[in-house]
């Protein structure tokens, strides 16, 4: 068992619990001990960094603190924007002279302090290649049957890339390699990389659903029977909003969105009631059925 | 070695558009790609129309899309291009308006630039006549990546929000826009970020690093972006959707630690417009996705967070400078003007 210290995120204790139970669920099956971090808060998901920087560096630092005192030496997201911030923090953290300031904040509140060298990754990172992958092959046994699965990236897991720096931000095949190994088809279109609006969903929501709407057309005109997302802020939009972005398009879509761990988590053969699926917006019914295993909550 | 090349040609006239292949024979290793138009144009077709000037990254004129990513004609390595014999797609830059083959109008980037005017502004404590106002290195520290810009257009080509919503001021004229407002000798900075705050402006920016990703120098669009944010709100000014949404997350990592997602919506749009949310809200409530107001969900641990924002609230850092001092980093670069806290435009919870 390889012990990673688990930073879930908002979301994930809110509106995406279903998140949290799945990543859970799977983790052992993956060889992963999740130690779940406590004295954290948000990353800041890109509003305090813009709203008040100087706090959200304050924040992650924190975070970054709490794995390095569990004596953990990874963090894992399951978030593509908590990826971003977290690593945005600790790179800025490898600078002595910031980090001794940071530090110093940190004692005076009562935190504990941070001396460097933690690595954050995300969970579609750790499976992706490696020995990540070869355990995915083999615990991916109920396969997904040929599934038509289009990958949607977005964007905070691909961009900025010096931050990132995990694949080819203009042409990953993370996903695809992961819905490969499960046994499922990808489905490919432009707009998996591009945005899914979320961050202007409710200050811009018309800009925020033209962009939304993109990704969900294209994959289902590329024959997609459901989309995976590696990241809960995209799902909210794609599965929540996509009422709304059908209202805005004047046509129905009905794209069931799958979370990252749920997709592996079928294919590995969890039990499906851990996964939550009731909990979505558009119905995984059809996609259910199609996988010819008594696999339906309910 | 040899070269072939796709490239999308277009006639305004005809309105017809298509895929020429080029090929050249003798290309040196070290080409560029700009190297190889300007060949095609020479040796085989007169017609090709693009654009180039300084051959070297300082004119701004050669950004083209190949396969898709923009990028400087003059700074892109043929042979890299060619890597697993690929016949590179080149085509003309996105979001502006075709002009002919590789060349696009770029009257509409210059008119958002124009429109946040890119000069100082007139002040009445100018230095008298034959004097100037002196500014060291480190107040620039603020500005320097903005100051890089060549106006290639590179980071507006893919620009996500501009591409679905083309009055969006866009990373050109933004990063322009903190060009001024963080320069030191800049007197209306307040009036800027009201005019920046307006709808098409800092908060219609989507935050898909398109624009960081495609800049040839460094400039990051989307940091300065979030330094216009960071000091509109240093400067008072946060009454519009996109800052209310932001400063919800604040008063939610102090009070709760963990975003307090249920009252984002009306904490953004307002009890009224609100109300036009509410069937989404009781889609998600049926589905368990509406988490309840109450009991909260808190984070363990929770003192230091709010302490942290007492303490940080207190230090020079505030505004952009808490953006400066990570890009740079650098803890101990001398930052620009330190305001006044302002008054709280309303109150939090
Ligand atoms: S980050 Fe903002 S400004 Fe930059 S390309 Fe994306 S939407 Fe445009
Ligand atoms: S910010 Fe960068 S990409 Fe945009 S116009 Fe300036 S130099 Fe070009």
Same mark, same amino acid.
């Given at each position: ?5 688990y930073?879930?995120?908002c ?16 983790? +052992?099956?993956?060889?992963?001990? &999740?130690v ?33 005192? /569990? ?14 911030? *977290?690593?945005?923090?600790a %790179? ?19 935190a ?13 990172w750790?499976?992706?290649r ?9 615990i991916?046994?109920?396969?997904l ?5 289009? +990958? ?8 900025p890339s010096? *931050? ?16 490969e ?30 962009? &939304? /709407? ?24 794609l ?9 805005? *398009?004047?046509?129905?879509?009905? %794209? ?6 749920q ?11 851990? *996964? ?14 199609? %996988?010819?295993? +008594?696999?339906?909550?309910? | ?7 999308r040609?277009?006639? =305004? ?33 007169g ?48 979001n ?11 009257? !509409? ?53 501009l591409?679905?919503? =083309? ?7 933004l ?7 963080g320069?030191?000798?800049? !007197?209306?900075t ?9 709808? $098409? ?16 120098k ?8 979030a ?10 000014v ?12 604040v008063?939610?990592?102090r ?10 919506v ?28 109450? =009991?909260? $969900? ?21 505004g ?18 330190? !305001?006044?806290?302002?008054? !709280? ?5």
């Amino acid at each position: 068992m390889r012990r990673v210290a688990y930073y879930k995120g908002c979301l994930a204790g809110l509106s995406a619990r279903e998140l949290d139970s799945s990543t859970r669920a799977l983790a +052992p099956k993956l060889g992963l001990e &999740l130690v779940e971090l406590e004295n954290v808060t948000c990353c800041g998901a890109g509003d305090i960094q813009t709203a008040d920087p100087d706090y959200a560096l304050h924040l992650n630092a924190r975070i970054l603190s709490e794995a390095e005192q /569990a004596g953990l030496d990874t963090i894992l997201t399951i978030c593509n924007v908590c990826t971003l911030n *977290l690593r945005q923090a600790a %790179l800025q953290l490898g600078d002595a002279e910031l980090r001794a300031r940071v530090n110093e904040n940190l004692s005076r509140a009562g935190a504990r302090t941070y001396s460097g060298g933690v690595e954050v990754t995300h969970l579609l990172w750790l499976i992706a290649r490696g020995e990540g992958l070869s355990r995915l092959k083999e615990i991916a046994v109920k396969k997904l049957d040929g599934l038509r699965v289009a +990958p949607f990236y977005g964007c905070q897991l691909l961009r900025p890339s010096k *931050l990132m720096g995990f694949e080819d931000p203009d042409r990953p095949t993370s996903l695809e390699t992961v819905i490969e190994a499960c046994g499922g088809e990808p489905v490919d279109y432009p707009a998996k990389t591009l945005c899914c609006g979320f961050p202007i969903l409710l200050a811009r929501e018309k800009t925020s659903l033209a962009e &939304l /709407a993109r990704p969900l057309e294209q994959a289902l005109a590329a024959g997609a029977e459901a989309m995976v997302t590696s990241c809960p802020l995209c799902h909210l939009s794609l599965d929540a909003w996509q009422r709304n972005a059908e209202r805005a *398009l004047g046509r129905k879509l009905g %794209l069931p969105v799958f979370h990252l761990s749920q997709l592996i988590a079928l294919a590995a053969g969890v039990e499906p009631a851990q *996964l939550q699926l009731s909990r979505h917006v558009v119905p995984l019914g059809s996609v259910l059925a199609k %996988l010819s295993s +008594p696999l339906v909550e309910e | 070695m040899q070269v072939r090349l796709q490239i999308r040609r277009s006639d =305004p006239a005809t309105g017809e558009t298509r895929l020429q292949l080029y090929q050249l024979d003798h290309v040196r290793p070290a080409a560029t790609l700009l190297d190889c138009l300007e060949e095609i144009k020479e040796e085989q077709d007169g017609t090709l129309a693009f654009r180039r000037s300084c051959r070297e990254g300082i004119c701004g004129s050669c950004a083209v899309r190949i396969d898709g990513r923009t990028a400087l004609a003059c700074r892109t390595s043929v042979a890299e291009l060619l890597a697993g014999g690929r016949i590179p797609l080149i085509t003309p830059i996105g979001n502006l308006p075709l002009i002919r083959d590789l060349v696009v109008e770029m009257e !509409p980037m210059w008119q958002k630039m124009r429109s946040v005017q890119p000069f100082l502004s007139p002040t009445s404590d100018s230095p008298g006549e034959g004097r100037e106002t002196v500014v060291s290195p480190a107040l620039l520290e603020a500005v320097h990546k903005e100051a890089l810009c060549i106006n290639c257009g590179a980071c507006i080509s893919e620009c996500d929000a501009l591409t679905v919503s =083309p009055e969006f001021l866009g990373p050109h004229a933004l990063s322009k826009a903190w060009r001024l407002v963080g320069d030191p000798r800049e !007197p209306a900075t307040g009036r800027r970020l009201q005019e920046l705050s307006r709808e $098409h402006g800092i908060w219609e920016c989507t935050r898909c690093y398109l624009c960081n990703e495609r800049c040839p120098k460094g400039v990051d669009p989307r940091d300065a972006i979030a330094k216009l944010g960071a000091e509109a709100f240093a400067a008072g000014v946060t009454r519009d959707r996109g800052a209310r949404h932001a400063r919800w997350f604040v008063t939610s990592a102090r009070t709760t630690g963990w975003l307090r997602e249920s009252e984002l919506v009306v904490k953004t749009l307002g009890v009224a417009v609100s109300v036009t949310k509410i069937p989404l809200a009781l889609r998600l409530f049926r589905r368990g996705k509406a988490p309840l107001p109450l =009991p909260r $969900h808190k984070a363990k641990g929770l003192e230091p967070a709010r302490a942290l924002q007492r303490i940080v609230a207190g230090q020079d850092r505030r505004g952009a400078r808490g953006i400066v001092q990570g890009e740079r980093v650098l803890a101990r670069i001398e930052l620009v003007r330190v !305001p006044e806290p302002p008054e !709280p435009e309303a109150e939090d919870f």
